[in-house]
């Protein structure tokens, strides 16, 4: 069992900067692949970004390519999100989420773990 907790959101001004922080613990070993989505109001949970353990296959969403970096620190347990020049169209849930087996996936459906989010707004 992973147990996903999040950090790091909060009221920004289009342009500005934010760092998210997903801390993890229980199965710590089990957590080969780390990925963060977003849900906005009424639209689906999207994909944002992944990350293997080795960190050398990244992922990302196209709308944020560029902008965001996703990071991990084996020795704490933790993955990051940094996301500059950030838009208002980046406002949502910001949820992270571990995937047990296999590779890095876009699939929302393939993660088996999330944590409860945290809230992204961004102000234009």
């Known amino acids: 069992q992973v147990q996903l907790v999040e950090s790091g959101g909060g009221l920004v001004q289009a342009g500005d900067s934010l760092r998210l922080s997903c801390a993890i613990s229980?199965?710590?070993?089990?957590?080969?692949?780390l990925g963060w989505f977003r849900q906005a109001p009424g639209k689906e949970r999207e994909f944002v970004a992944a990350i293997r353990t080795s960190s050398v296959s990244r992922v990302y969403a196209d709308s944020v390519k560029g902008r965001f970096t996703i990071s991990r620190d084996n020795a704490k347990n933790t993955v990051y999100l940094q996301m500059n020049s950030l838009k208002s169209e980046d406002t949502a849930v910001y949820y992270c989420?571990?995937?047990?087996?296999?590779?890095?996936?876009?699939?929302?459906?393939?993660?088996?773990?999330w944590g409860q989010g945290t809230q992204v707004t961004v102000s234009s």
């Open positions: 989420a571990v995937k047990i087996g296999g590779g890095v996936t876009t699939n929302r459906y393939e993660y088996d773990s």
């Open positions: 229980g199965r710590t070993t089990d957590t080969p692949v």
